[in-house]
């Protein structure tokens, strides 16, 4: 069985910045595209940034230029730098996986807990 496990998130001021991080495992844990989503109260939860496996990358506009996904060597974490942080960040933030590469939209098999992220002004 797949499992997602997220972690990093936290409180930060404007400006500042977090890591997040996403471990994955199970037996075909590895050859899996992931993406990071986040939800804040009552708003839909919304596509931040994917990676496929030839390191092709897509953001949301609003992240573009100040959060990087990235992967380790061993293909089994996914990270997410979040730089610039403003307060209209804060949410939930989740990890998704799948044998194919959905981008931005919601429709992966695996998801994580998820990790809170609170920016103050």
């Known amino acids: 069985q797949v499992q997602l496990v997220e972690s990093g998130g936290g409180s930060v001021q404007s400006g500042g910045s977090l890591r997040l991080s996403c471990v994955a495992s199970?037996?075909?844990?590895?050859?899996?595209?992931m993406g990071w989503f986040r939800r804040a109260p009552g708003k839909q939860r919304e596509g931040v940034a994917a990676?496929?496996?030839?390191?092709?990358?897509r953001y949301a506009d609003s992240v573009k230029g100040r959060f990087t996904i990235s992967q380790d060597n061993a293909k089994n974490t996914l990270y997410l730098q979040m730089n610039s942080l403003k307060p209209e960040d804060t949410a939930m933030y989740y990890c998704?996986?799948?044998?194919?590469?959905?981008?931005?939209?919601?429709?992966?098999?695996?998801w994580g807990q998820g990790t809170q992220v609170t920016v103050s002004s």
């Open positions: 998704a996986a799948d044998r194919f590469t959905w981008w931005l939209t919601p429709q992966y098999r695996y």
């Open positions: 199970g037996f075909t844990s590895s050859g899996y595209y």
């Open positions: 990676i496929d496996n030839t390191g092709d990358t």
